[in-house]
C-alpha cells in the first residue's frame, strides 16, 4: 500500500521563537486534495536522572498552556549547533535544571510527541552515577524551578493524582520501572 | 514557592480545523514579562486494543509532518459534543479505525503529549474482550490506514526498529508489558 502524501504548497503561518507553523497543501495517495497543519519544533531531550539511592530527580514548575503546576522529568530545547549530538543537550540540561553530573548516560529511545500535527522528537536518556555539578551553568531566566526527588512509588502516587501528567515523564516512569 | 504566570494579553495567531496557535504575553512570579507561544488542541483519545490471543491492534499510516509512514496505536480527534465523554470518543475510534467493538474499556491515564508548548490532552484506553462490529461507521475520507495485529515482542521489535516512535504508543505499549 503506498501512504505517502505529496506536497503541493507549504505556507508558513508562524515564525515564532519555539515553534513555527506551516499550513501544507497534499495530494493524497487516491489524488485528492487535502490539507495539513505542522507544528515545526526543533526538538529536545528529556532525562531519567536516578539517583545513588534510588530516587529520581524531578522538577516542579508552571505550565502555560495548561495553567497549572506539573511534576516532570527535566527536559529542554536542542539548542543550534547541539542538533548532530543530543548528548551534549543532555548534560547541558541536566546541569541546569538539577545541578548534576552524571557518570553514566545513555539514550533510551527517541520519540515523536505528537505526530498528528507535529515534528517535535524527544531523544529520552537514562542517567545514573549522579554527582553535583563543579561549574553550574546559566539558567534561563524565564524558568522557575523546584527540585524533588522521589522514589519510584512516590512518583507513581503523584501520578495518580495528576501532578504528573505528561507523556515523556509517565514513558520515564514507566521506563524505570521496567528497569528494576 | 508561587509558580503562576498572570496573563497579560493574548494574541491569536491562527484558527485552523486541528490546532490553534496564540502569542501570550504573561507576567513571571517575579515581576518580568514574557512570552508563550502555545498550540490548543480540542484533546484526543488513544486505545490499548488487544484481542483474546494477546495481541495488539495496530495502525500503519503516513504521518505529515515527520513525513515518514509509522505504526501507532489507534487514536482520533474528540469531536465536539463528545467532551463531557471521550469514552465515547474510544469507541468510536475503535470502530473506524479497526473495526472491532470492545467487551471491556477502561481508562489507563489521560496525560499531556507536549507540555511546554500545547495543552492537548490525550486519553488513554485499555480495550480488551474485541469482537468485529456490526455496525461500520464512516472513515476519515483523507485517511489511509492498515491495520496489523503484533505480540507483544513483535511491537517491541517494531520500536527498536523506529516504526514504532511516538509518546503515545510507546506508552501503551509500556503499559502492556506492565500488564503481563
Same mark, same amino acid.
Given at each position: ?62 505550565r502555560e498552556p495548561m ?19 543530543? =548528548?551534549q543537550t543532555a548534560i547541558? &540540561? /541536566? ?7 552524571? #557518570?553514566?548516560? @545513555? !539514550?533510551?529511545? %527517541? ?18 552515577? =549522579?554527582?553535583?555539578?563543579?561549574? &553550574? /551553568? ?7 524551578? #523546584?527540585?524533588? @526527588? !522521589?522514589?519510584? %512509588? ?18 520515564? =516512569? ?7
Amino acid at each position: 500500500m503506498n501512504f505517502e502524501e505529496k506536497v503541493l504548497s507549504t505556507e508558513n503561518i508562524f515564525d515564532g521563537k519555539v515553534i513555527k507553523v506551516d499550513k501544507e497543501t497534499v495530494e493524497l495517495p487516491n489524488g485528492k486534495k487535502a490539507f495539513r497543519e505542522i507544528v515545526r519544533h526543533h526538538g529536545a531531550v528529556a532525562l531519567i536522572p536516578i539517583t545513588d539511592d534510588d530516587k529520581i530527580v524531578m522538577i516542579k514548575q508552571w505550565r502555560e498552556p495548561m495553567r497549572k503546576v506539573t511534576l516532570e522529568i527535566p527536559a529542554g530545547k536542542i539548542e543550534p549547533g547541539e542538533e548532530s549530538d543530543p =548528548l551534549q543537550t543532555a548534560i547541558r &540540561e /541536566l546541569n541546569e535544571e538539577t545541578r548534576y553530573e552524571a #557518570e553514566n548516560i @545513555e !539514550l533510551v529511545t %527517541p520519540f515523536y510527541t505528537t505526530p498528528g500535527f507535529s515534528d517535535e522528537e524527544i531523544y529520552l536518556y537514562h542517567a545514573s552515577g =549522579l554527582k553535583p555539578v563543579s561549574t &553550574e /551553568l546559566p539558567q534561563d531566566d524565564d524558568e522557575f524551578l #523546584e527540585l524533588v @526527588e !522521589l522514589t519510584l %512509588p512516590e512518583a507513581m502516587s503523584a501520578m495518580k493524582e495528576g501532578l504528573v501528567c505528561d507523556s515523556k515523564t509517565i514513558m520515564g =516512569l514507566l521506563f524505570w520501572q521496567l528497569m528494576q
